[in-house]
Structures are given as C-alpha cells and as structure tokens.
T-cell receptor
Framework: GAGVSQSPSNKVTEKGKDVELRCDPISGHTALYWYRQSLGQGLEFLIYFQGNSAPDKSGLPSDRFSAERTGGSVSTLTIQRTQQEDSAVYLC?????????????FGSGTRLTVV | AQSVTQLDSHVSVSEGTPVLLRCNYSSSYSPSLFWYVQHPNKGLQLLLKYTSAATLVKGINGFEAEFKKSETSFHLTKPSAHMSDAAEYFCVVSAGFQKLVFGTGTRLLVSP
C-alpha cells in the first residue's frame, strides 16, 4: 500500500481481556517496528522484525505481550489479560531493509484504552 | 548504545519569530539522525534526516537542521514560525540496522 496501515484506530477494552492490534506495512519493506507512546511520554520501542523473524524483542514489557509477522508483511501485536497501564497509542513503522538511512514510515497508530 | 537528549520540554515563540529546538545525541557508530513532528491526534511525520551526506539538512515546511559532530548536536531551526508549526517534535537517532531511539520530545507553542 501507499502507507503503513494500522487497525483498529481506536480500541476500548475491559481489563483482563485480550486484544490484537494489526499493522500492514508498506509493500516491499522488510523491516517492521512496534513502538508504544503513553500519555505525556516519548516513544518506547517494543519489537523489531526483519522479514518474519524478530531479532530484537527487548522492549516487550512483559510476557503478556507478543507479536508475530507472517509472509514478511502483516504483523499482529497481541496483549493478553490487558491492564490499565497498557493504555497507550501503539505505533507501527516500516522501513526498506531496516537500514536506518532509508528512514522509517509510521502508521497513524492504534489508541488502546483499558477500562 | 545510542541516545538523544532534547534539552527543552517546551518552547514558546511568537508567530514570525525564529524557532530553535535543541538536540544532543550519543552514538557509538556513525549515526543517522532524524526529526519527526507529531501534531495533536495525528501520526508521526518525518521532517528531515541526516545520513552522513551534507551536514546542513533541509526538510519540509521550511525547517532545517545542522549536524555538528564536534558538539554532538542536531538542532532544528526555522527562520519564521507559523501557527501551524505548533506540535510535538522528536529528535531521533539510529545507526546501521539499529532501532530508532527517540528523545522525550519538545512541545512547540506558537502564539499570535
């Protein structure tokens, strides 16, 4: 596609429920990143994919968080047993081959609210 | 390891006056540096990037930044602020195949 697409744009869920956030990167971009932006905070790195593998998942805050990528394209970030502190905007970005000089394109994000 | 420090959490200017948003970086490798802008309830937009070519980088909407290795700085400037420039600005560093590392952001306020 022309840009990075994320869905849903907004998600309200009850504490304890599981949620899935989807990212569809720019066609041909092999690198995909998930970041989290909490209210009043900067961007926190979560996980990086190169193709379907995740060489860096150091930012996942707990084992309730997982992510996968299939076909070198769409990625899903899953949060199990959501907690109120999970409320944030989850941003996805993609890049050609992951080399930083190529730059990154971000999606508009999914705003997750846990009530 | 890489990091960026944005020296001001808020900057206030009057419309038509110059803008200076300060950023210092730390990187073990030759870095790529970026400035992103985020308008309220909008996504992140790339303003400009430095990737070891010209040290003075021009971006969109009249913004530019100068890479100064001796000062490890990458400050963002604009000669004349416009009301539409009010937003959050993030300085970002990366190197090679490393992930982006974001600063904590500077909120630019523009008054009439």
């Amino acid at each position: 596609g022309a840009g990075v697409s994320q869905s849903p744009s907004n998600k309200v869920t009850e504490k304890g429920k599981d949620v899935e956030l989807r990212c569809d990167p720019i066609s041909g971009h092999t690198a995909l990143y998930w970041y989290r932006q909490s209210l009043g905070q900067g961007l926190e790195f979560l996980i990086y994919f190169q193709g379907n593998s995740a060489p860096d998942k150091s930012g996942l805050p707990s084992d309730r968080f997982s992510a996968e990528r299939t076909g070198g394209s769409v990625s899903t970030l899953t949060i199990q047993r959501t907690q109120q502190e999970d409320s944030a905007v989850y941003l996805c970005a993609s890049s050609l081959e992951g080399l930083s000089s190529y730059g990154y394109t971000f999606g508009s994000g999914t705003r997750l609210t846990v009530v | 390891a890489q990091s960026v420090t944005q020296l001001d959490s808020h900057v206030s200017v009057s419309e038509g006056t110059p803008v200076l948003l300060r950023c210092n970086y730390s990187s073990s490798y030759s870095p790529s540096l970026f400035w992103y802008v985020q308008h309220p309830n909008k996504g992140l937009q790339l303003l400009l990037k430095y990737t070891s070519a010209a040290t003075l980088v021009k971006g969109i909407n009249g913004f530019e930044a100068e890479f100064k290795k001796s000062e490890t700085s990458f400050h963002l400037t604009k000669p004349s602020a416009h009301m539409s420039d009010a937003a959050e600005y993030f300085c970002v560093v990366s190197a090679g195949f490393q992930k982006l590392v974001f600063g904590t952001g500077t909120r630019l306020l523009v008054s009439p």
